[in-house]
């Protein structure tokens, strides 16, 4: 168990890594399903993959807080930086996703939730700046970080942090687990 802030100023932060399709966003989706009935505020964001006529297309980011929606990233556009075969739509990564992060870090709630921190979100200086300034906050937070990437912001909080490598193997232990770390961090 890693030591919130006030007993040895550790960090309450949990980052969840592993393959594509291990389940990290669904673990992602599966913890906001449980806190919001209980009146747990749970804020930041989420991404899916989006598809049409069973090619996927892009990736969506959803503001939790509010449930407005926009484009992380497409194939057909021809603006923005170029990710693999994919262009980040920086205009709705910038007014959704760090519009999200920036009002979770300073607003009042008990759980902050950055699905993902990966290359996509990572062309966006001010996605980088309010991810290390939620990471290094005062509330329980649970990110998915693209598995074997390096970012600084993240790299600096990895020592204070709790890391879990998610495998299909393993995902409904994690599971059980981040609901345990996550309900001392809160209070229940």
């Known amino acids: ?7 040895s100023g550790g960090l ?5 890594t592993g393959l594509p399709g291990v ?3 669904t673990i992602i989706n ?13 804020q930041g964001i989420t991404t899916r993959e989006f598809r049409e006529k069973g090619q996927r297309v892009g990736f969506k980011i959803t503001d ?12 057909d556009s021809a603006a923005g930086p170029r990710v ?8 709705d990564l910038e007014r959704i996703g760090v519009g999200a992060l920036e009002r979770a870090s300073k607003g009042p709630t008990d ?9 996509m979100e990572m062309t966006s200086m001010s996605f980088r ?3 290390s300034k939620v990471l290094n906050g005062d509330h329980a937070t649970v990110a998915t970080v693209k598995f074997g990437s390096h970012y600084p912001e993240v790299d600096r909080i990895r020592e204070g942090s709790m890391l879990q490598e998610i495998t299909k193997d393993n995902r409904e232990e994690i599971y059980r687990m981040l609901i345990e770390q996550i309900d001392d961090w809160i209070g229940l």
Do not use: F, Q
């Not at 939790?64 to 194939?75: N, S, Y």
């Open 1 to 7: 168990m890693v030591p919130t802030r006030g007993e």
């Open 12 to 16: 309450k932060v949990i980052l969840l």
């Open 23 to 25: 389940g990290k966003t």
């Open 30 to 42: 599966r913890l906001c399903t449980h806190y919001s009935p209980l009146g747990r505020g749970v």
């Open 64 to 75: 939790l807080a509010t449930g407005e929606e926009g484009w992380l990233a497409r194939k």
């Open 84 to 91: 693999g075969s994919y262009h980040v739509v920086s205009e």
């Open 111 to 119: 759980i902050v939730v950055v699905d993902e921190i990966g290359p």
């Open 129 to 131: 700046n309010t991810v």
